[in-house]
């Protein structure tokens, strides 16, 4: 079953475990902290969270250009995580929504600067034909990691702590056992061809490639914070001590079904996996358009896991596929910087339109967005052999 699972895969995947262990004690908590405690509003939670993944989306593609051309992909993952580790449960010391604003964009900062170089650290240290199978791997310990953290948050405020601020900082813990496995176990991996010295924006990769790139950002111009998703919950009455339980729910799907799909695509194809989860978005985002009630969510959510199964892990294995091996990292930052590049108006005007006209229509341009941009990667994206 963990064959092809190398010690670099196996270390990075519990990196992100912890990491989400930490991040997710906060993020399903965080739009209750702002509206609740801070006092802001369905518009501005979608612009922190735009903004903050705008942030880190350029950078993405800076350190990936960056990690092809120094031998030491480790030093940048590490400096990403450690950034991260320290600002993330600086949340809790937040008075205002901009100050909620300023830190998550620092905490994304180091996001941008791990990400690219990590993914190809890991496109580096498994073999071509188990890309599928490690990603989906690295994606089941992330989302175990997002199962835990809300589980731990939920025990946490029932039981020991008595306010949000106090978990926030709590949540810093689990980043020193992040900082301390990459610092120890994670090596370097010898790559072909000898990075080259000068530093500069490469150009948007050629090809099927590019296209591929595009129809994403099209793709990810529909695809808004999840936060909107925990929203929705609370619109429709849910208790704020089972949003937790529900983030928990809908990451243990995540969970169990990453591996499975990223193997799979490693037999079918990459695009024919991506096709039914956009398909599977664009279901999801329909029902919660018209969602009603608790039970409804539950469901939606325990099918919108599944999106997240198959595409997350499959997605990345399919830029490994279509790209050079030389420039690997800039390909990860190209295809990272795509999916941020969207994100602030993605979030942005689903908070705006939202906010002007109800909870029905941004999810029906969610829908609209993910239908176009499947049948666009099934006409312009040939599949892609792993």
């Known amino acids: 079953m963990f064959a092809g699972i190398t010690g670099n895969v196996l270390v990075l995947g519990l990196v992100s475990f912890f990491t989400d262990v930490s991040s997710e004690m906060i993020y399903p908590l965080l739009p209750v902290f702002l509206s609740s405690v801070l006092g802001a509003g369905p518009a501005f939670l979608g612009v922190i969270e735009g903004v903050a993944e705008s942030t880190a989306s350029l950078l993405k593609l800076l350190s990936g250009i960056v990690s092809d051309r120094v031998r030491a992909r480790k030093r940048l993952v590490l400096f990403g995580y450690s950034l991260s580790a320290v600002m993330r449960p600086l949340i809790g010391a937040a008075t205002s929504p901009l100050g909620v604003l300023l830190i ?20 580096d240290s498994v073999d071509p034909t188990l890309r599928g199978k490690a990603y989906g791997f690295h994606r089941s310990m992330d989302n175990a990691g997002a199962l835990i953290g809300p589980l731990l948050a939920t025990l946490l405020l029932a039981y020991f702590v008595k306010d949000l601020r106090t978990l926030f900082f709590l949540a810093g813990v689990p980043g020193i056992v992040v900082v301390l496995l990459i610092l120890f176990k994670v090596s370097e991996v010898q790559r072909k061809g000898v990075p080259q010295k000068q530093v500069r924006l490469s150009v948007l990769p050629a090809g099927a490639l590019r296209r591929y790139l595009l129809i994403l950002f099209l793709f990810t111009l529909g695809n808004s914070s999840d936060t909107f998703l925990l929203l929705k919950a609370g ?122 006209y109800g909870g029905v229509i941004p999810f029906l341009i969610g829908a609209a967005l993910a239908a176009v941009s499947t049948v666009l990667l099934l006409t312009l994206v040939k599949p892609a052999k792993p």
């Open 104 to 123: 998550r964009s620092c905490d994304r900062v180091g996001k941008g600067v791990r990400t690219s170089p990590r993914d190809a650290l890991i496109a």
């Open 235 to 356: 619109k429709l009455g849910m208790p704020v001590y089972r949003i937790p339980l529900l983030w928990a729910f809908f990451s243990a799907v995540k969970m169990v079904s990453s591996m499975p799909f990223g193997a799979l695509s490693d037999r079918v194809g990459r695009r024919s996996v991506i096709v039914a989860g956009w398909c599977v978005y664009a279901i999801c985002y329909l029902g919660f358009a018209f969602a009603t009630s608790e039970l409804h969510i539950w469901l939606l959510f325990a099918v919108y896991g599944l999106f997240y199964g198959l595409t997350e892990g499959v997605e990345k294995a399919l830029v490994a596929d279509l790209s050079d091996p030389s420039l690997r990292g800039a390909a990860f930052g190209w295809y990272n910087f795509a999916i941020g590049a969207g994100a602030l108006p993605a979030s942005a005007l689903f908070g705006l339109v939202w906010q002007q």
